[in-house]
Nanobody, 126 residues
Framework: VQLQASGGGLVQAGGSLRLSCAAS????????MGWFRQAPGKEREFVAAIRWNGAGTYYADSVKGRFTISRDNTKNTAYLQMNSLKPEDTAVYYCAAGPRFSVDSYYYFGRRYDYWGQGTQVTVSS
């Protein structure tokens, strides 16, 4: 699976962005999808994830209530709707694909994912 993230940009605090992650191949619907981010000088961190069928979603505490992950398996695309953005959301955002995790906690760990996109920069100005 090849992943292409897009939709990043510069936005003022309080604004919104929607990230997209387009996947190649016909097996997209079998993969769990996740979004991670990495700010300068910081480690990569989990943002959100969604089950292969969209039946379950997972969020980092820092984005709950502001970000929404979704997917459209007919378009081989996953999305991250980001509202009420804060300067601390500034980072490079990466999408990732992984197997159908049997344990909920696996969704939160980047090392569990097999495929990664190239990243898209999100910058939130104060």
């Amino acid at each position: 699976v090849q992943l292409q993230a897009s939709g990043g940009g510069l936005v003022q605090a309080g604004g919104s962005l929607r990230l997209s992650c387009a996947a190649s191949g016909r097996t997209f619907s079998t993969y769990a999808m996740g979004w991670f981010r990495q700010a300068p000088g910081k480690e990569r961190e989990f943002v959100a994830a969604i089950r292969w069928n969209g039946a379950g979603t997972y969020y980092a505490d820092s984005v709950k209530g502001r970000f929404t992950i979704s997917r459209d398996n007919t378009k081989n695309t996953a999305y991250l709707q980001m509202n009420s953005l804060k300067p601390e959301d500034t980072a490079v955002y990466y999408c990732a694909a992984g197997p159908r995790f049997s344990v909920d906690s696996y969704y939160y760990f980047g090392r569990r994912y097999d495929y990664w996109g190239q990243g898209t920069q999100v910058t939130v100005s104060s």
